[in-house]
């Protein structure tokens, strides 16, 4: 049952108006309360018919979920990223007006967003509709925590508003996104695929194996681009649902942004935190999935014993470790890797959990691990300046943090792998892999195959 009643949104409207200071002409409130089930597709769909920016995150492995619709505000920065957006985060955060009955994580004031993985990259016009940080505070947004379902609705008041009509305008908008809205079934199919530079991006494998051999660096992560051109525009709720269906144990994102959409399933945590519980992930190391069980143990095993993809993990591991010191207090972390498995793909994997200390937020760990040796290589410095001179696309929001915060100080972002830009009836994927002084490039070619698949079966490749 909603909670909050007409006679009740009113009130709290029109307090928040009288309570707007001397000097400032608008004041953010943030009203949530419980509803009924409504499933969280449903109200992106339905979000669509407003004409306006949605996002979408979920963490299947938490059955977690936020659909927003709107942009009430935006935080842009691109010098100083980590900086700026939490000084204007916690300005935004400490001034705003908050009633929630429950404190639930993803709820309140949220903001949602990402950054690109390399802000000294020279941004193409493919990335135009992204900033290099970018974050938003949704007007309306659909939290599932815990099998709970809350409703927020985020309003920017200025001092001439009426409260009576502006509770109308919400219920109208609540009426709306809130009804079931059937997600179209018609299916896509790739039209023709166009791999941009292969034999290009493999002379740039052998060029960052040789720069590796004369310990320039020890690790480079070199990505490429897949260009594909679809039957039909894509239909983003769709294509979620796709996602939902085929990549278990995955990060699920949209953000949408005028005509594009960034989208993925990527299985890489960079780092959670809930009470000052912090929860990191170091991912590296890849292969397929067996066709039987048999297979597929034996596959597992093998990526167990492999020593260039237990060298690639380990880089991940001690870099995290290292960065968790800073910020963290008892920093766990196991010895051994363990596999995670996947749809399409396997990885090794190795969870780290710890406390962060007083006086550092999420984005102090976010500035500190990005990017992972997982995704840029390592020393960073030696790793990204290689990328930045020979690699051959503008990532983007590609292998870069994404996800969300709330005004509770709880927040997670994962590492945007497993994706790709969508632009109508176009798509732009990505995949990467780990150069070390053993890679062979036409493996790894391979293995950035194996990479795209989780993105071309939505599609219907």
Same mark, same amino acid.
């Given at each position: 049952?909603?909670?909050?009643?007409?006679?009740e949104?009113?009130?709290l409207?029109?307090?928040?108006?009288?309570?707007?200071?001397?000097?400032?002409?608008?004041?953010?409130?943030?009203?949530?309360?419980?509803?009924?089930?409504?499933?969280?597709?449903?109200?992106?769909?339905?979000?669509?018919?407003m004409? &306006?920016?949605?996002?979408? !995150? @979920?963490?299947?492995?938490?059955?977690?979920?936020?659909?927003g619709?709107?942009?009430?505000?935006e935080?842009?920065?691109?010098?100083? &990223?980590?900086?700026?957006?939490?000084?204007?985060?916690?300005?935004?955060?400490?001034?705003?007006?908050?009633?929630?009955?429950?404190?639930?994580?993803?709820?309140?004031?949220v903001?949602?967003?990402?950054?690109?993985?390399?802000?000294k990259k020279?941004?193409?016009?493919? !990335?135009?509709?992204?900033?290099?940080s970018q974050?938003?505070i949704?007007?309306?947004?659909?939290?599932v925590?815990?099998? &709970?379902?809350?409703?927020?609705?985020?309003?920017?008041?200025?001092?001439?508003?009426?409260?009576?009509?502006?509770?109308n305008?919400l219920?109208?908008?609540?009426?709306?996104?809130? =009804?079931?809205?059937?997600?179209?079934?018609?299916?896509?199919?790739i039209?023709?695929?166009?791999?941009?530079?292969?034999?290009? !991006?493999?002379?740039?494998v052998?060029?960052?194996?040789?720069?590796?051999?004369a310990?320039?660096?020890?690790?480079?992560?070199? =990505?490429?681009?897949l260009?594909?051109?679809?039957?039909?525009?894509?239909?983003?709720?769709?294509?979620?649902?796709?996602?939902?269906?085929?990549?278990?144990?995955?990060?699920?994102?949209?953000?949408?942004?005028?005509?594009d959409?960034?989208?993925?399933?990527?299985?890489?945590?960079?780092?959670?935190?809930?009470?000052?519980?912090?929860?990191?992930?170091?991912?590296?190391? @890849?292969?397929?999935?067996?066709e039987?069980?048999?297979?597929?143990?034996?596959? $597992?095993?093998?990526?167990?014993?492999?020593?260039?993809?237990?060298?690639?993990?380990?880089?991940?591991?001690?870099?995290?470790?290292?960065g968790?010191?800073?910020?963290?207090?008892?920093v766990?972390?196991?010895?051994?890797?363990?596999?995670?498995?996947l749809?399409?793909l396997?990885?090794?994997? @190795?969870?780290?959990?710890?406390?962060?200390?007083?006086?550092?937020?999420?984005?102090?760990?976010?500035g500190?691990?990005?990017?992972?040796?997982?995704?840029?290589?390592?020393?960073?410095?030696?790793?990204?300046?290689?990328?930045?001179?020979?690699?051959?696309?503008d990532? $983007?929001?590609? $292998?870069?943090?994404?996800? !969300?915060?709330?005004?509770?100080?709880?927040?997670?972002?994962?590492?945007?792998?497993?994706?790709?830009?969508?632009q109508?009836?176009?798509?732009?994927?990505?995949? $990467?892999?780990?150069?070390?002084?053993?890679?062979?490039?036409e493996?790894?070619?391979?293995?950035?195959?194996?990479?795209?698949?989780?993105?071309?079966?939505?599609?219907?490749?």
């Amino acid at each position: 049952m909603i909670e909050i009643k007409e006679k009740e949104l009113e009130a709290l409207l029109g307090q928040a108006i009288q309570r707007i200071a001397p000097g400032e002409n608008f004041q953010l409130v943030s009203i949530t309360k419980k509803v009924k089930f409504t499933d969280p597709l449903h109200f992106f769909e339905a979000a669509k018919y407003m004409n &306006r920016d949605r996002v979408y !995150w @979920t963490s299947t492995a938490d059955t977690f979920t936020i659909a927003g619709v709107g942009n009430v505000h935006e935080i842009t920065a691109k010098n100083n &990223r980590f900086l700026v957006t939490e000084e204007e985060w916690e300005d935004i955060r400490s001034k705003a007006i908050i009633h929630q009955e429950e404190n639930v994580p993803g709820t309140g004031v949220v903001t949602l967003g990402g950054m690109s993985f390399d802000p000294k990259k020279e941004q193409t016009d493919l !990335w135009r509709n992204f900033q290099p940080s970018q974050f938003i505070i949704p007007a309306y947004m659909l939290t599932v925590y815990n099998k &709970r379902h809350y409703f927020t609705m985020n309003i920017l008041i200025n001092k001439d508003d009426h409260p009576v009509q502006l509770a109308n305008e919400l219920a109208k908008a609540e009426e709306m996104l809130l =009804a079931k809205s059937p997600i179209p079934e018609d299916s896509l199919s790739i039209l023709n695929k166009k791999e941009i530079e292969p034999e290009r !991006w493999k002379d740039t494998v052998m060029k960052a194996t040789a720069e590796i051999q004369a310990k320039q660096a020890q690790k480079i992560v070199l =990505a490429r681009e897949l260009r594909i051109k679809l039957s039909k525009q894509a239909n983003i709720s769709q294509v979620l649902q796709e996602l939902l269906d085929k990549q278990p144990n995955s990060y699920i994102f949209a953000f949408e942004k005028e005509s594009d959409c960034f989208v993925g399933a990527t299985p890489e945590r960079l780092v959670k935190v809930e009470q000052n519980q912090l929860l990191s992930t170091c991912l590296a190391g @890849t292969a397929p999935r067996g066709e039987t069980i048999e297979e597929d143990k034996k596959i $597992g095993q093998s990526l167990l014993n492999d020593s260039k993809n237990r060298e690639e993990h380990d880089f991940v591991v001690r870099m995290i470790k290292e960065g968790m010191k800073k910020y963290c207090t008892n920093v766990d972390i196991p010895a051994e890797p363990v596999i995670y498995p996947l749809k399409n793909l396997q990885h090794l994997y @190795t969870p780290v959990t710890a406390t962060l200390k007083d006086g550092y937020s999420i984005f102090d760990i976010i500035g500190e691990l990005h990017p992972t040796p997982a995704l840029g290589g390592t020393p960073r410095d030696a790793s990204l300046q290689f990328i930045r001179d020979n690699e051959l696309l503008d990532r $983007g929001w590609y $292998g870069a943090p994404v996800g !969300w915060l709330d005004s509770s100080r709880n927040g997670e972002f994962a590492v945007a792998i497993r994706s790709g830009l969508i632009q109508g009836d176009e798509a732009s994927l990505f995949a $990467g892999c780990g150069i070390v002084k053993d890679s062979d490039a036409e493996k790894e070619y391979e293995e950035t195959n194996i990479k795209f698949l989780p993105m071309l079966t939505v599609f219907g490749g």
